[in-house]
C-alpha cells in the first residue's frame, strides 16, 4: 500500500531524514516507534506532502506520490491525524468533522458522519459545541473522527495517545485495533512502545532520522539490546 525508499527530508538546510525506507501492506498496523527528535513528524509530514524531501521516493497504492501536493495526496485516501490534534478551536465539533470531507468524501458527508458520531457517541452529544471547549480526550476523537470523514484508505495517528490520561491511552489503543479490524490499514507513529507492540503486526524504530530495526513486535521484543537502546524497556 505504501512504500518509502531513501527518504531524505528535513528543514530548511538540515537534514532530519537520513535515507528513511518503510514498507505498509493492506490491512496492517505498522508502528513508527522512537524517541522525541527521531524524526517521526518530519517523516509523517514529509511521506504526506507538508514538507518537501530532499531526497527519495514515496508510492502509495502504485503511484509516486513524492513530489504530489498535500491536497493531492489526501484526495487518494492518504490521510494524517497530525500530533496535536489541530482542531479548529472556535468551530463547532459538526463543523470540524464536516471540514474533513472538503476534499475527498463531499458526497457521503452525511453517511460518513453518522459513521463518526457511532465511532465516537460522545462527540454527537457535543455536535453544537466549540472544539476548543473539549478535554484534551474529546478533542483526540473529534480529530480523528474528521480523518475518518475523508474515507482514508491509510490512516497515519502521529502520537495519537500524547497527553491523554491512561483510562484514555487504553480506550485510544483499543479504537486503533478496532479500527483495523474494519479493514483500516494504519500507521503508527508513537512513544508509546508497550502498546504500540500489542496492536502492531510489524514495527520500525528510528533513531535520528534513520531506521535502526524492522519487524514483527516478537523479534523486537526478542533483541535485549535493542530494548535497553532504544525503547527504554
Known amino acids: 500500500m505504501l512504500e518509502v525508499s531513501a527518504l531524505r527530508g528535513g528543514y530548511g538546510a538540515v537534514e532530519v531524514l537520513r535515507g528513511v525506507d518503510l514498507k505498509i501492506d493492506a490491512g496492517e498496523i505498522v508502528a513508527v516507534l522512537g524517541s522525541n527528535g527521531a524524526g517521526k513528524s518530519t517523516l509523517n509530514n514529509t511521506v504526506c506532502g507538508l514538507y518537501p524531501p530532499f531526497g527519495g521516493r514515496v508510492v502509495f497504492q502504485g503511484r509516486d506520490i513524492t513530489h504530489a501536493r498535500h491536497i493531492d ?131 520500525y524504530v528510528l533513531e535520528n532520522g534513520a531506521m535502526t530495526f524492522h519487524g514483527t513486535p516478537a523479534e523486537l521484543l526478542g533483541k535485549s539490546e535493542l530494548k535497553r537502546a532504544y525503547l527504554g524497556m
Open 73 to 203: 495526496i489526501v484526495a487518494v485516501g492518504l490521510i494524517q491525524v497530525p500530533e496535536g490534534r489541530r482542531v479548529f478551536p472556535n468551530l463547532s465539533v459538526r463543523e470540524n468533522l464536516e471540514l474533513g470531507s472538503y476534499r475527498r468524501g463531499r458526497e457521503r458527508r452525511a453517511e460518513n458522519l453518522e459513521r463518526a458520531f457511532a465511532v465516537f457517541p460522545r462527540l454527537r452529544q457535543r455536535s453544537r459545541q466549540r472544539a476548543g471547549t473539549l478535554s484534551g480526550g474529546e478533542q483526540q476523537m473529534l480529530a480523528i473522527g474528521r480523518a475518518l470523514m475523508a474515507e482514508p484508505r491509510l490512516l497515519v495517528l502521529d502520537e495519537p495517545s500524547l497527553g491523554l490520561s491512561p483510562m484514555l491511552v487504553d480506550e485510544m489503543f483499543l479504537l486503533v485495533k478496532r479500527l483495523n479490524a474494519e479493514g483500516l490499514s494504519i500507521l503508527l507513529v508513537e512513544q508509546n512502545v508497550g502498546q504500540s507492540l500489542e496492536i502492531a503486526h510489524r514495527a
